[in-house]
C-alpha cells in the first residue's frame, strides 16, 4: 500500500505563505497522479490542486489559481504545495492523496491532513 504524511501546515497572516509536503512511502510513487484537497467543519471535501505522474500537466481549482503551485519531486517520493497571498477563506485541512487514474478520478490513498489556519 501506499502510505502519505503531510507537513508544514500552521498558522499564518493574510498575504503570507506556507509550503505543503506530502511524503509517500512505496517504490511506485512516479505511478500515480498526486492531488491536494482541502476541508473545512460543515463543508464538503474540495478539490485543490493535482499533478500528473511525471510532474508535466497541473490543474487547479478556480479558487486558487495563481496563487497555489503543485509541484513533484519523484526522487524524492515528494509532492508540494507552495501556497502564497494566503486568506483566510484557505483555512482548512489540507490532505495529499494519490490516485492511479488521472486527476478527475477517484483517489485511491489518502493522508491524515495537516491544518493550515490563516489569520486575518
Known amino acids: 500500500q501506499v502510505q502519505l504524511v503531510e507537513s508544514g501546515g500552521g498558522l499564518v497572516q493574510a498575504g503570507g505563505s506556507l509550503r505543503l509536503s506530502c511524503a509517500a512511502s512505496?517504490?511506485?510513487?512516479?505511478?500515480?497522479?498526486m492531488g491536494w484537497f482541502r476541508q473545512t467543519p460543515g463543508k464538503e471535501r474540495e478539490f485543490v490542486a493535482a499533478i500528473s505522474k511525471s510532474g508535466g500537466r497541473t490543474y487547479y481549482a478556480d479558487s486558487v489559481k495563481g496563487r497555489f503551485t503543485i509541484s513533484r519531486d519523484n526522487a524524492k517520493n515528494t509532492v508540494y504545495l507552495q501556497m502564497n497571498s494566503l486568506k483566510p477563506e484557505d483555512t482548512a485541512v489540507y490532505y495529499c492523496a494519490a490516485a492511479r487514474g488521472s486527476w478527475y478520478e477517484e483517489y485511491d490513498y489518502w493522508g491524515q491532513g495537516t491544518q493550515v489556519t490563516v489569520s486575518s
Open positions: 512505496g517504490r511506485t510513487f512516479s505511478s500515480y497522479t
